[in-house]
């Protein structure tokens, strides 16, 4: 079983389009995050959620807003895509405490035409 | 401002030649240091993480220290299933444990029969 599992893998739209990646993981974990990693394979933090707040890197524009509609999902909606945007997009979770490791899912390519 | 910077960006090794990467940190307060690896068109893949200077961790071919400003992944006789990039993370106090990853660029190790 896909522990963090993302969906689609690969997502190819037009600028100005709006966009939703989803997310879910079965790890009972209360803390989602989404990172972006760009063409130089740099990744960078853009959110991280759990029940009680929502914490947003403040570089992130606001077109990117992140929804939890329960503890096992964090979708990334993407408004008026522009092709700066086209990079990968992970999502990832960890159970807050001492550790705090996060495991991360596989992905999605973003193109933006 | 917290960064993170990896060195070699780029290793090429013969199977079986032990070598090392570099992870150097400007934290304002570490919270915990984490190993990762990745390979092409997969999300990272959690191999170790420490919290406090002299810690250690091994698994396998992998050994990782930590000293008050860097640490170092040493591979040992490594195979050539062992190319990928290995990036390094921080996570800081305060960050209530919800806060993302800061994440340095990676070495992206290659490792010849």
């Known amino acids: 079983d896909t522990a963090v599992s993302q969906t689609p893998k690969y997502l190819v739209t037009q600028m100005g389009n709006d966009k939703s990646i989803k997310c879910e993981q079965n790890?009972?974990?209360?803390?989602m995050y989404w990172y972006k990693q760009d063409s130089k394979k740099f990744l960078k933090i853009m959110f991280s959620?759990?029940?009680?707040?929502?914490?947003i890197n403040e570089t992130v524009p606001n077109r990117f807003s992140p929804k939890s509609p329960d503890k096992a999902h964090l979708n990334l909606h993407i408004n008026s895509l522009e092709l700066g945007d086209s990079a990968v997009y992970f999502c990832?979770?960890?159970?807050?405490?001492?550790?705090?490791?996060?495991?991360f899912g596989a992905g999605t390519r973003l193109s933006v035409l | 401002e917290d960064q993170v910077t990896q060195s070699p960006e780029a290793l090429r090794l013969q199977e079986g030649e032990s070598s090392s990467l570099n992870c150097s940190y400007t934290?304002?307060?570490?919270?915990?240091l984490f190993w990762y690896r990745q390979d092409p068109g997969k999300g990272p893949e959690f191999l170790f993480t420490?919290?406090?200077a002299g810690e250690e961790k091994e698994k396998e071919r992998l050994k990782a220290t930590l000293t008050k400003k860097e640490s170092f992944l040493h591979i040992t006789a490594p195979k050539p299933e062992d190319s990928a990039t290995y990036l390094c993370?921080?996570?800081?106090?305060?960050?209530?444990?919800?806060?993302?990853?800061?994440f340095g660029k990676g070495t992206h190790l290659i490792i010849q029969p």
């Open positions: 420490l919290y406090s």
């Open positions: 934290v304002s307060g570490l919270r915990g």
């Open positions: 959620y759990n029940n009680k707040e929502l914490i």
């Open positions: 990832a979770s960890s159970q807050m405490g001492t550790k705090n490791i996060q495991y």
């Open positions: 790890l009972g974990h209360d803390t």
């Open positions: 993370a921080v996570q800081v106090d305060p960050g209530g444990g919800a806060d993302g990853l800061t």
